[in-house]
């Protein structure tokens, strides 16, 4: 079993930056897939970042393609999604999730969310 909590949204102004933490607790965190999802307001929920338990490959998606990083810390139980150059159309509530399984595109593939963190880009 794995617990997730988010932290680190808020509301910023376009060209802006956030960094999102995701804190896990239970066992072997350095095992699992972690990614991050988002969902906007009528919108299905998305895949934006995933990293193995290596740290190694990441994917993203392409509208976030060189302007977010997701890392992780395996001594802290921790993985990160540093996000700039922040755009109005990455306004969403954030989730981070885990799976011991690789890189999954969709959120059926996850075995463990988080409650969700709230990203707001203003104009």
């Known amino acids: 079993q794995v617990q997730l909590v988010e932290s680190g949204g808020g509301l910023v102004q376009a060209g802006g930056s956030l960094r999102l933490s995701c804190a896990a607790s239970g066992r072997t965190f350095s095992a699992y897939t972690m990614a991050w999802f988002r969902q906007a307001p009528g919108k299905e929920r998305a895949l934006v970042a995933a990293i193995i338990w290596s740290g190694g490959r990441p994917y993203y998606a392409d509208s976030v393609k060189g302007r977010f990083t997701i890392s992780r810390d395996n001594a802290k139980n921790t993985v990160y999604l540093q996000m700039n150059s922040l755009k109005p159309e990455d306004t969403a509530v954030y989730y981070c999730?885990?799976?011991?399984?690789?890189?999954?595109?969709?959120?059926?593939?996850?075995?463990?969310w988080g409650q969700g963190t709230q990203v707001t880009v203003s104009s």
């Open positions: 999730a885990a799976d011991l399984a690789g890189v999954g595109r969709s959120d059926w593939e996850y075995d463990y």
